[in-house]
């Protein structure tokens, strides 16, 4: 999806991970798909790189949808599809 696509997205679950490491971010959206209904959507900010890494295989491997990313001023955002 293209960034203005991803902006507009409404999630129902935003997991703020900004601040924290490897592999911090990747165990918050672990805790919290449990609070996604079937089809809803993920939003993730991480200031950790390797977020952008791990996110999208964990997802694969799960059967989730890994919609894209962008980056902000620091930070990225990111979405996934459940």
Known sequence: M???ELKNLKAD???DARGTACPGPLLAV???I???PDGGIME???SDE???RDVPRWANKKGYEYLGDYEESGY???YLKK
């Open 44 to 46: 993730i900010l991480s």
């Open 13 to 15: 679950k935003v997991v």
């Open 34 to 36: 449990a609070d996604v």
């Open 30 to 32: 672990k805790q919290a």
């Open 2 to 4: 293209m960034t203005e």
């Open 50 to 52: 390797g977020t952008k």
């Open 76 to 78: 990225f955002t990111m």
